[in-house]
C-alpha cells in the first residue's frame, strides 16, 4: 500500500511510484463513485449484502443475515415492527460491487490471489468446513457480498462528502488490511474508503478520522495507516479480546482500552470525552466511523455490558459531535454478534433522523 511520504521522506523506490501510478488509474476508472437522486437517503445497503454458504456461516457467531433485517427494520417489513418507515427500495442507494482494480488501490495483488484459495478464505472467517468448497462457491456466496459491501463504503464515503453525512448498512471490516485478512474481515473497506477520498476528492479532503467503536480494536486500518500523518485514529476497545495486536496499536492516536463487562455509565462517559478530545487535536475533513454494536450485553465475543439504548445514546453522541462541527460522516456497522443487533441498528438509524441529525427532505415528502 502507497503510504504518503513525509518532508522527511526518502524519494519512493521505482516499486512504490508504479503502485501509486496504478492508484491513481484505478481512480480515473472506477465506476464504484456515482451520483444518487436528491429523493434517495445517503443509506447504502444491497439485499446481496447477505451471506450464505449452505448453512456453514451458522458455525461462526457472525449473524451473516443482520444487514437485511436492519433494512428491514428501516422499511417496517416486519409485521410485529412499530418502527417508522423511514426507507423504501426507491429511496435508498444500491452499490455496485469493488472489482480487483478497485481492491488493488489498497490490497496487494498476492493478497487477493491468496482469496482463490479456499482455505485462505476458511482461515479468515474463521470458518474451517469453506476450505472444502470449490472457489467459485465461495467467490459467489461469500467474498461477492463482502466486495458488495466494500463498494457501499467506498460509495459512502463520496455521498458524505456531498450531503455531510452517509450511512452503509454494513462494511467496517476493521481486522482486514493491506495483505492480510482476519477476524470475518476479508477486504479493508474503511482503508479503501478514505484511500478513494484522498485521491478521487484530494480537493476536498486531505486529513481523515477513523473513530472505531467497536468492541474489537481496529488493527487493519491501524496497519495501513500507521505511518500517515493525515489519518487520527480513535480507538475504544476491550482490550482483553482478539486481536491483541500490538504492532498495530501504535497507529492509534487517542487509544482508550476498556475491561470486560464495562456498562453504559462508564463507557459513555468515555466515548463523549474521548470523541471531543480528538476532536479537539486534530481537525478531518471526515469521519469515518466504525459503529459495531458487538458491545451489546451479551455479545459472545464483545464481552462488555452495554445497553440497547446505550449503543443508540453513542451514536448520537458521535454523529452530534461531527454534525456540529460540520464534518461529513460515514457510518459503517460493523460486529455484532446477536439476534437483536439488527433491530438495535434499525433503532439507532430511526433515532437519528427523529433527532434531526439525519435527513433527506426530498425522500421524506
Not at 6 to 26: F, I, L, Q
Not at 75 to 93: E, F, I, L, N
Not at 319 to 343: C, D, E, H, L, W
Amino acid at each position: 500500500m502507497d503510504k504518503t511520504p513525509s518532508c522527511k521522506s526518502k524519494k519512493p523506490s521505482v516499486g512504490k511510484r508504479k503502485n501509486k501510478e496504478a492508484a491513481d488509474n484505478v481512480m480515473q476508472h472506477t465506476q464504484l463513485y456515482f451520483d444518487i437522486k436528491l429523493s434517495q437517503w445517503p443509506i447504502v445497503y444491497s439485499p446481496q449484502y447477505n451471506i450464505g454458504f449452505l448453512g456453514m456461516e451458522r458455525l461462526h457467531p457472525f449473524d451473516a443475515g443482520k444487514w437485511g433485517r436492519a433494512f428491514s427494520f428501516l422499511k417496517g417489513d416486519h409485521h410485529d415492527s412499530k418502527k417508522a418507515r423511514m426507507v423504501t427500495d426507491v429511496t435508498t442507494v444500491c452499490p455496485l460491487e469493488a472489482t480487483e482494480q478497485d481492491l488493488l488501490t489498497v490490497h496487494t495483488q498476492r493478497y487477493l490471489n491468496s482469496l482463490t484459495w479456499s482455505v485462505t478464505v476458511a482461515q479468515i472467517t474463521e470458518v474451517p468446513p469453506v476450505a472444502f468448497l470449490p472457489n467459485f462457491l465461495v467467490q459467489r456466496n461469500v467474498l461477492r457480498p463482502m466486495r458488495l459491501q466494500t463498494g457501499g463504503t467506498i460509495l459512502a464515503g463520496k455521498l458524505a462528502l456531498e450531503r455531510r453525512w452517509a450511512i452503509n448498512i454494513g462494511g467496517g471490516f476493521h481486522h482486514c488490511s493491506a495483505d492480510k485478512g482476519g477476524g470475518f474481515c476479508i477486504y479493508a473497506d474503511i482503508s479503501l474508503c478514505i484511500r478513494f477520498l484522498f485521491q478521487k476528492m484530494a480537493d476536498r479532503v486531505k486529513k481523515a478520522m477513523i473513530i472505531d467503536l467497536d468492541a474489537h480494536q481496529g488493527n487493519g486500518h491501524e496497519t495501513d495507516f500507521k505511518n500517515d500523518p493525515n489519518v487520527y485514529i480513535l480507538d475504544v476497545f476491550n482490550c482483553r479480546i482478539y486481536p491483541h495486536d500490538e504492532t498495530a496499536k501504535v497507529a492509534i492516536k487517542r487509544r482508550v482500552e476498556l475491561e470486560c463487562f464495562e456498562d453504559d455509565r462508564t463507557y459513555l462517559h468515555k466515548v463523549e470525552t474521548h470523541v471531543e478530545g480528538a476532536l479537539n487535536e486534530f481537525s478531518p475533513d471526515v469521519i469515518v466511523y466504525n459503529a459495531g454494536t458487538d458491545i451489546l450485553d451479551g455479545d459472545p465475543l464483545g464481552h462488555l455490558s452495554i445497553s440497547a439504548n446505550g449503543i443508540i445514546n453513542r451514536d448520537e453522541i458521535v454523529f452530534t459531535k461531527a454534525r456540529s462541527r460540520n464534518i461529513p460522516i460515514v457510518m459503517v456497522t460493523s460486529g455484532g454478534y446477536q439476534r437483536q443487533t439488527a433491530s438495535i441498528i434499525a433503532d439507532s438509524i430511526l433515532n437519528l433522523w427523529r433527532k434531526k441529525l439525519i435527513s433527506c427532505n426530498d425522500a421524506e415528502t
